[in-house]
C-alpha cells in the first residue's frame, strides 16, 4: 500500500501519524464512489478553503480530508506524480464546452 504525503499538512505526526498525507486506497475507495470512477483535480492555489472554486475535485478533498490547516494548496506536481507512480489512475482532459477551459480530470484505472 502507498501513503502519498503531503508537502504542506503541517499536522503534528507525534500525536496523528497521518496527518500529512493518505493511503492511496483512500483515493481508490473514493473514486469508485463517483458514477465514473473519476473526479476533477479542481486545482486552486490561490484561495482559502472556505472559498474554494471546485469543491468537487480532488485538492479540496485532501484539504478536507486530510490536513490540519485546510487553507493550504495540497495538490503539488509532487503529489500528483505520486498518485499517478502508483500505476492505479490516469489524467485526461475533459470538454467543458467553454473556449481555453477544459478541466483536467483523475481517473481511477479499472
Do not use: A, C
Not at 19 to 24: E, M, Q, S, V
Not at 84 to 89: A, I, M, R, T
Amino acid at each position: 500500500m502507498t501513503f502519498i504525503v503531503l508537502p504542506h499538512g503541517q499536522g503534528n505526526t507525534l500525536e496523528r501519524p497521518f496527518d500529512d498525507g493518505f493511503w492511496i486506497d483512500s483515493l481508490v475507495r473514493k473514486l469508485q464512489e463517483t458514477d465514473n470512477n473519476g473526479m476533477r483535480l479542481g486545482k486552486d492555489r490561490q484561495t482559502t478553503y472556505d472559498n474554494h472554486r471546485y469543491t468537487d475535485g480532488l485538492d479540496y478533498w485532501l484539504r478536507t480530508n486530510f490536513v490540519k490547516n485546510p487553507d493550504t494548496f495540497q495538490l503539488t506536481n509532487e503529489v500528483q506524480e505520486s498518485i499517478l507512480e502508483s500505476g492505479l489512475f490516469e489524467i485526461r482532459q475533459e470538454e467543458s464546452g467553454k473556449p481555453g477551459k477544459n478541466p483536467e480530470w483523475i481517473y481511477l484505472l479499472v
